[in-house]
């Protein structure tokens, strides 16, 4: 089953041992560069109170309904692994959520689609599991399984990657921009 990523195929390097065939993610030295998440500001508020007015946090909270569970999915987000502690399984819903915002923010353009969150996933379910495994004296299997979410990290990485920038950009209107800047200095204020 091909990946495509904006129509066009991702093929990952692979290599050949024991007999079988071994996808692997690119080197560290050798991933895209990405595309930094945009930095937006914020609106801030005080004493924990949403702002008011038309460009306020409460007219973008209420704008914003559903957007949270926007492309997210049952699979690629929930972790509830029965093998896992609870702890364990407290541990890799942190873990995924740190790992998908850093990835996000680094190089997806400020998203995280479906597929990286899938491999995020996996990362961090294989991390919990490696790390009982290490407490109960399987260092085999924590060897095996650290090595396979640094690897599902990396794929994780370069499909955000990849996605960031088939992903069209929105122009800008500089022009637009600096006029209205232009014409705030020349009011006189009050």
């Not at 995924?96 to 899938?118: H, M, P, Q, Y």
């Not at 290490?134 to 990396?154: I, P």
């Not at 499909?159 to 232009?182: G, I, M, N, V, W």
């Amino acid at each position: 089953m091909a990946v495509h990523v904006g129509g066009v195929p991702l093929v990952m390097p692979s290599h050949r041992s024991h007999g079988r065939e071994y996808q692997e993610p690119p080197r560290h030295d050798e991933l895209t560069a990405g595309i930094p998440a945009d930095r937006a500001g914020t609106k801030k508020r005080e004493a924990g109170r949403f702002t008011a007015g038309p460009d306020g946090s409460a007219s973008e909270a209420g704008a914003d309904g559903g957007k949270a569970h926007k492309g997210r999915t049952h699979l690629s987000h929930r972790i509830d692994a029965p093998t896992l502690t609870a702890t364990s399984q407290k541990r890799a819903r942190t873990l995924r959520k740190a790992l998908a915002g850093e990835i996000s923010a680094t190089v997806g353009a400020g998203r995280c689609g479906i597929a990286a969150s899938l491999f995020i996933k996996f990362a961090s379910q294989k991390t919990a599991a490696a790390e009982e495994a290490f407490q109960k004296g399987d260092y085999e299997t924590h060897r095996k399984l650290s090595e396979s979410a640094r690897m599902d990290v990396l794929y994780a990485r370069e499909h955000a990657a990849k996605e960031a920038q088939a992903r069209p950009r929105p122009p800008t209107d500089y022009a637009k921009h600096f006029s209205a800047l232009a014409a705030a200095a020349k009011e006189p204020k009050p």
